[in-house]
C-alpha cells in the first residue's frame, strides 16, 4: 500500500523547480563572498571579489557582505570562549595581544632547554 510519500516528495521537487529565480548572479556572488570569509577560504575570496568588481557591484555592498561573513564566523567563536570561562575560569574572552602559537613557544622553550643542559 501507497502511503502517498513518494508522491508528495515529487510533487515538493516540481514545486521547488517552479519557483522564479529571484537570485541573480550577483547576489550570488556577494553570498560567495560572505561564505568565504566565513570559511577563512583566502583562495575563494581572492576569485570571487574581482568578479565582483568586473560585474560592476560597488565596492560597499562587497564590503557589507565580507563584514556579515567575518561576523558569522566570529560569533560562535565569541560565544565558545565565553561558556569556556564560564566551565574552566578560562579568561577567553578578555581582550589581550596575541603571544602567537603556543605550540611554536613550546618548541623555543623545549630548544633553549636542549642548548642550556
Not at 29 to 36: E, F, N, R
Not at 48 to 65: M, N, S, T, Y
Not at 93 to 101: I, V
Request: net charge negative.
Amino acid at each position: 500500500m501507497n502511503s502517498g510519500k513518494e508522491e508528495h516528495n515529487v510533487t515538493e521537487l516540481q514545486a521547488v523547480k517552479d519557483i522564479p529565480q529571484i537570485v541573480d548572479s550577483k547576489v550570488t556572488m556577494l553570498i560567495a563572498a560572505g561564505a568565504a570569509m566565513a570559511a577563512n577560504c583566502e583562495p575563494c575570496l581572492n576569485r570571487v571579489v574581482p568578479d565582483l568588481i568586473e560585474a560592476g557591484v560597488a565596492e560597499e555592498d562587497i564590503r557589507k557582505a565580507v563584514e556579515i561573513g567575518q561576523f558569522v564566523k566570529d560569533k560562535p567563536a565569541a560565544i565558545m570562549k565565553e561558556a569556556a570561562d564560564a566551565l574552566t575560569g578560562s579568561s577567553l574572552s578578555e581582550p589581550r595581544d596575541s603571544e602567537g602559537c603556543p605550540a611554536e613557544a613550546l618548541k623555543q622553550q623545549a630548544a633553549a632547554a636542549q642548548i642550556s643542559a
